[in-house]
């Protein structure tokens, strides 16, 4: 008899709509017409609005982009490429509305594991509700870290495709892993991916074990390599992705390739070709800081936040005379994080239901996948610990292929995010599948309990007296000192406060979530005693998975992240020296803003010397630390800083013209060799004259002792703007050097005089020098790297060939489905 398609899609299609509910309810300013202001997307529409303009009007995929730092790729920004399986991801996110989309793909990635796993239908439920609303989840996306929650939200159909592919379900399984680490590495979050590709690693070493153990060493080997091969294919359609972020990386800070000599006491702080540790490990995890998972406030939440008017931080505000309404406000945005971190969006919680349930699955689980998702929960721990655990962080950093290029390890705790919630439905789904004795899994039941609420009981106790709450990285006393001049009677008051209301944050939470598992093991203890019946159950653990995560999640996007859209155009409206100065036509000078340096609203309205970018090229950034922070004349010329922002005697944004900006291009009387880098940037402090070049002696071979000339009259133009290619015209009666106000980036940028390809050297230790014979001639600047054209051609056709792959699987499953009889 063939399956009743009704009875199997109607309970899914349910759950579709569940989950587009809750989204839709969760997000409900969307449904007046809101828009969600995040503050890295605000950045990144600003960083990319010339790259976007210049797509717009010439039909072009820009490459580059001038509009931060003097010039840089577009690749981390905005970059068109040939990548079909994108379609994949528009189908699976239905179109939805930001933030909308976001928690829907998670819950229904989440929720296509379960089923490969064959829980029961509202165990599915369950266990994707209570992933798709993690507070990490909310954390990231109000703040606009969007390639990362798309990263996260693959993360559970990938390793699905990997259980079937373990299974026995070669095709499917492997169809399915090569799309979704597609899909992941599109995304285009290599750290979250760089992360999976280490639970991956663990998986195989556990099933590889189980094999010999079973002697089923022949069919693991069979699914390993069917798993291999799809991760090299799903490499394919991110090629110009995955290689042009190779190629630009080991250019920028993060590549670690500063040709300056490391400070003293800093050469050890390096790992070869990497970041500084310091830099690495900013954001680590306290080693108690994973406890938030049973208490989200045990370490403040965010670093600032709300108290009520009740609290002790109101009420001395308000005994120290302050007015009320100034009180509240002051309230509102308290110093309540006291961790080690410098600062935090919020704070780590899965839900204590999710927590009972997983020290439930410790004592009831037998199956041997346990021991993957254990070893990787508590690998996601150890990392995120950072310099907190620096004898195993830094043996990884040093020695462990590219993980020099991340940071912030506190994101390690995506991790067990994915696989605690996964063996916590485990637990839930063996503990009411009636395979288990009774009286045992009631003894274990309180196990969990006992051990669960044990913990959150002292957390209660510990706030009495026994946690400080505070530390050395506290913020609040700097807080107090700035807003009471430093008056030490005051700030003693508000620091008594302020632990106050961090003791009672916790306590509150902490009885919360003893609340939640006690009727989580009420539930399942009347349940095996048969007081409830299954339906009632179910529905019961739903609602109380979604009361116990919703409201955390919620208190890191509300109706607070969201503006209308005209106030949302409004943050990229010009200020009126933005608007002076873009008076000027010229198409290509720079702005260098004094005021707001890294902010990236300057490239929204103009080419400028500073920018937003966590990826910027190290030869900048070099130049950032060593002269553009002191303001040093001679480079804010070169690379031609015609207008200058600053704030004037009353604090308002005032602007002047700099005369002495050097243009787009100039020819140069002489060449100043330095034996180094070191020398090069220290001959930088005081540049000779305008007319004089410093070089590398590096290239010496390139430009043959040539000595440059010019005559009275020489110039050189810039007769064509655009992204990747700038024309000019030169006119000198002598063989001439030219040095141009561009960054030198070799992996791309090319020089053509009158057609013919020449050289470009790197001068002033960041701009581009070229020799130029006398007379006139057409000078072409092009950006043409490799990486892209090719890497692009290769994502358009293994793209094709994916989807055509996903097609046959689909067909390939359907027809096996027709054919198994209905059990």
Not at 195 to 223: E, N
Not at 640 to 646: H, R, V
Not at 723 to 739: C, E, I, R
């Amino acid at each position: 008899m063939k399956q009743n398609w009704q009875k199997a899609v109607l309970p899914h299609v349910y759950a579709i709509l569940l989950f587009l509910g809750l989204a839709f309810l969760f997000c409900s300013p969307v449904l007046e017409g809101m828009e969600i202001r995040q503050n890295d997307t605000v950045q990144w529409q600003a960083m990319s609005q010339e790259a976007r303009e210049y797509k717009n009007a010439t039909g072009i995929d820009p490459l580059w982009t001038n509009a931060m730092f003097g010039g840089m790729p577009t690749y981390q920004i905005f970059m068109a490429q040939d990548n079909y399986t994108y379609f994949l991801h528009q189908i699976l996110t239905l179109g939805l509305p930001k933030p909308v989309n976001f928690y829907f793909l998670a819950m229904i990635g989440f929720y296509i594991l379960l089923n490969v796993m064959g829980f029961r239908h509202w165990i599915t439920i369950i266990g994707a509700i209570a992933f798709g609303f993690t507070s990490y989840t909310s954390m990231i996306i109000s703040a606009g870290h969007d390639t990362k929650m798309f990263t996260i939200a693959y993360i559970a159909p990938m390793l699905a495709g990997i259980l079937l592919t373990y299974r026995g379900r070669y095709w499917i399984g492997g169809v399915i892993t090569c799309i979704t680490l597609a899909l992941m590495t599109t995304s285009g979050h290599y750290q979250i991916l760089y992360y999976m590709l280490l639970v991956c690693l663990i998986i195989g070493i556990v099933y590889v074990v189980h094999a010999i153990r079973t002697q089923q060493v022949p069919h693991v080997i069979k699914a390993s390599l069917v798993l291999i091969v799809s991760g090299a294919l799903s490499v394919l359609p991110s090629t110009v992705n995955i290689w042009t972020t190779s190629e630009y990386s080991k250019y920028t800070m993060r590549g670690g390739h500063s040709e300056l000599s490391a400070p003293e006491g800093e050469e050890g702080d390096k790992s070869a070709g990497g970041l500084t540790k310091s830099y690495a490990f900013a954001w680590s995890q306290g080693l108690t800081e994973p406890l938030t998972i049973f208490a989200p406030n045990l370490y403040g939440g965010q670093s600032t936040g709300p108290l009520s008017t009740s609290s002790a931080t109101y009420k001395a505000y308000t005994s120290l005379g302050m007015p009320a309404a100034q009180a509240e406000q002051y309230a509102e945005n308290s110093p309540r994080y006291w961790g080690p971190q410098s600062m935090v969006d919020g704070s780590i919680y899965w839900g204590a239901v999710i927590i009972f349930l997983f020290v439930l699955a410790l004592f009831i689980v037998k199956d041997f996948n346990k021991w993957w998702i254990v070893a990787a929960s508590i690998l996601g721990v150890f990392l995120a610990w950072g310099d907190n655990f620096a004898v195993f962080n830094y043996f990884l950093f040093d020695y462990l292929p590219l993980y020099n290029k991340f940071r912030a390890p506190a994101q390690a705790l995506i991790i067990p995010q994915v696989l605690v919630p996964l063996l916590a439905c485990w637990a839930l789904n063996d503990a009411v599948s009636g395979t288990i004795d009774k009286p045992q899994l009631l003894k274990q039941l309180k196990k969990a309990f006992y051990i669960t609420g044990g913990i959150c009981l002292a957390l209660i106790l510990g706030s009495f007296g026994i946690i400080h709450f505070t530390s050395s990285a506290d913020y609040a006393r700097n807080f107090y000192t700035q807003i009471t001049q430093g008056n030490q009677q005051i700030i003693d008051t508000m620091m008594t406060a302020i632990i106050e209301d961090r003791a009672s944050l916790l306590r509150i939470d902490a009885l919360r979530s003893l609340a939640i598992m006690a009727v989580a093991f009420g539930l399942l203890w009347a349940l095996l005693q048969q007081k409830i019946k299954p339906a009632v159950f179910f529905a019961a653990m739903t609602a109380l998975v979604a009361i116990d995560q919703i409201p955390v999640a919620y208190r890191y996007l509300n109706k607070k992240n969201y503006v209308t859209p005209t106030d949302y155009s409004r943050i990229f409206e010009p200020s009126p020296v933005d608007q002076a100065i873009k008076q000027d036509k010229d198409p290509y000078y720079r702005v260098f803003n004094a005021v707001n340096f890294q902010d990236a609203l300057n490239s929204y309205h103009h080419k400028a010397v500073g920018g937003y970018s966590p990826v910027k090229l190290a030869l900048y950034q070099d130049l950032i630390v060593h002269q553009i922070s002191k303001g040093t004349p001679g480079v804010l010329n070169m690379l031609n800083a015609k207008y200058i922002i600053f704030a004037d005697s009353l604090g308002q944004l005032a602007y002047q013209q700099n005369p002495a900006a050097l243009g787009n291009a100039w020819f140069v009387d002489s060449l100043v060799w330095a034996k180094n880098a070191d020398e090069e940037m220290k001959t930088l402090d005081h540049l000779p004259t305008a007319r004089a070049a410093v070089v590398d002696e590096r290239f010496k071979p390139v430009l043959n002792n040539f000595v440059p000339g010019r005559d009275s009259a020489s110039q050189i133009k810039l007769t064509q703007y655009g992204l990747n290619q700038l024309n000019y015209q030169s006119s000198n009666a002598k063989p001439g050097f030219a040095v141009f106000s561009d960054v030198y980036y070799p992996a791309g940028w090319n020089v053509y005089i009158d057609g013919k390809k020449d050289e470009i050297v790197r001068v002033n230790y960041l701009l581009r020098g070229v020799k130029i014979p006398a007379g006139q001639h057409t000078i072409e600047m092009k950006f043409e790297p490799r990486s892209y054209y090719l890497g692009n051609a290769i994502s358009r056709w293994s793209s094709a060939l994916m989807l055509v792959l996903l097609g046959g699987a689909l067909v390939y499953e359907i027809r096996r489905r027709r054919s198994t009889p209905a059990a």
